[in-house]
């Protein structure tokens, strides 16, 4: 049997609706009832799989969405700072028109290699993809097999995916997209990570499906 | 509105049940194979198809054709799609070609990209006759939504050809089950991935088949 990581993104949140920027502690509203709803879905589907742990970003709306699962089976959420949202400094709370408008080079520059420039005060794409890393080497290390489950953030799990397949990590925004709830299962194999899906939302009934989200 | 790749792979064959070889010799889909191809004629049926682009083998078209002969919706059919040409391992199981081409297998396995299969395809030719063929497509067609159904090497070696991700890793990196559905966007700054090796619109006991 071999190691096969479940990345998930939290539910539906105020900001995923919108697409404002939302990264850290400070600026955590949590799901709606949507993303409750989303939540609630996932553990329904999933929850016949033997899963060995569960790692979560420490932001709410990550737990939140990791909570019905583990309620369910009784598995003990492990809290991973590697696995939170980018810091967006002082784009905190921002609308991206807002933030073209007052940071306009720097965002385009932002938006064109996110991997080596960071919002003003934020993270660089870069220092995402090396905490996370240490997660992933961390989970590596204590499992050798089974099914480990990752609740995290758009931008973060874009980022681990694009180290893990060998994709420059400043084409993360470019090459995914990642809407709420959606799954990615990568199996860690003798030859490295073997993609098996992206973006995965089939556990979601067609109203949860077809909510507009960033 | 954008332009949409939705690239489909063929049904289930018995070289899929078996893992053997299977790259020019052309079989049918089994049973199974052509109700996979129903499945999902039945979920997207309903998307505004603007072309669809095939594989010129029988699996292939058997694979398109519940979708398109409903709708009246021309095939083109396109070299460039075809699967890996396995040369003198074709129809052979991994433990034969294991046996008989013992060193170059290896190779291969370690490196597809620019290695072939002895007197077959090397990964970088597939990626250069594939690219061709989505080139035809960007030119053609600015916006819509493209189907192009293919096989299990090309499919993948064109993901890591829009993704920039070495094509000597397509083995690796990418599980790409039969009848699997993986959506591509070319948007403003590049292939945008919208979902990959998609399987939701089978029914559950073709979707837990075993097979490769």
Redesign the interface.
């Known amino acids: 049997m071999s190691l096969k990581l479940y990345f998930l993104r939290h539910g539906q949140t105020a900001y995923s609706k919108t697409g404002g920027y939302c990264g850290t502690i400070e600026n955590d509203p949590g799901l709606t009832p949507e993303g409750i709803k989303m939540a609630i879905a996932f553990a329904d589907m999933y929850q016949d799989i033997s899963w060995d742990a569960v790692y979560v970003s420490p932001l709410r709306r990550a737990r939140q969405t990791a909570e019905p699962l583990c309620a369910l089976l009784n598995i003990k959420m492990q809290i991973r700072e590697g696995l939170k949202e980018i810091a967006y400094g002082k784009w905190e709370g921002m609308h991206p028109n807002d933030v073209d408008f007052e940071f306009h080079d720097l965002y385009v520059r932002w938006?064109?290699d996110p991997a080596w420039t960071s919002p003003p005060g934020g993270e660089r794409g870069i220092d995402i993809a090396r905490r996370s890393s240490d997660v992933i080497a961390e989970i590596e290390q204590v499992h050798k097999k089974g099914n480990i489950l990752l609740v995290s953030h758009k931008a973060t799990i874009r980022i681990i995916l694009c180290s893990l397949?060998?994709?420059?990590v400043g084409?993360y925004r470019?090459?995914?997209?990642m809407p709420v709830a959606a799954v990615s299962v990568v199996?860690l194999?003798e030859?490295?990570?073997?993609?098996?899906?992206?973006?995965?939302?089939?556990h979601l009934d067609e109203y949860l499906r077809s909510l507009p989200c960033t | 509105m954008s332009l949409k790749l939705y690239f489909l792979r063929h049904g289930e064959t018995t070289a899929s049940l078996t893992g053997a070889y299977c790259g020019r010799l052309d079989l049918e889909l089994t049973p199974s194979g052509h109700e996979m191809a129903e499945d999902f004629a039945k979920l997207y049926r309903d998307l505004p198809w603007t072309a669809v682009f095939c594989s010129p083998l029988k699996r292939t078209l058997a694979t398109a054709k519940p979708l398109c002969e409903p709708l009246g919706l021309e095939i083109h059919k396109r070299d460039g799609l075809k699967e890996i040409y396995y040369g003198k391992w074709e129809g052979k199981s991994p433990e034969e070609v294991n046996r008989e081409f013992h060193d170059e297998y290896v190779r291969w396995?370690a490196d597809p990209g620019w290695n072939a299969p002895t007197e077959g395809e090397k990964g970088i030719d597939i990626s250069r006759r594939s690219s061709e063929v989505l080139e035809e497509i960007e030119h053609t067609y600015l916006s819509g939504n493209i189907l192009i159904v293919s096989h299990k090497a090309t499919i993948r070696i064109m993901l890591c050809y829009l993704?920039?991700?070495?094509v000597g890793?397509f083995?690796?990196?990418?599980?790409m089950p039969v009848a699997s559905v993986s959506i591509v966007?070319l948007?403003t700054?590049?292939?945008?991935?919208?979902?990959?090796?998609?399987r939701?619109h089978l029914r559950e006991d073709l979707r837990k088949r075993i097979g490769t």
């Open positions: 938006l064109t397949m060998g994709i420059d084409r470019d090459r995914f997209v199996e194999c030859r490295g990570p073997l993609f098996h899906t992206i973006a995965n939302r089939s | 396995l993704l920039g991700i070495d890793r083995r690796d990196r990418i599980g966007e948007a700054h590049g292939p945008l991935v919208h979902v990959m090796g998609d939701s």
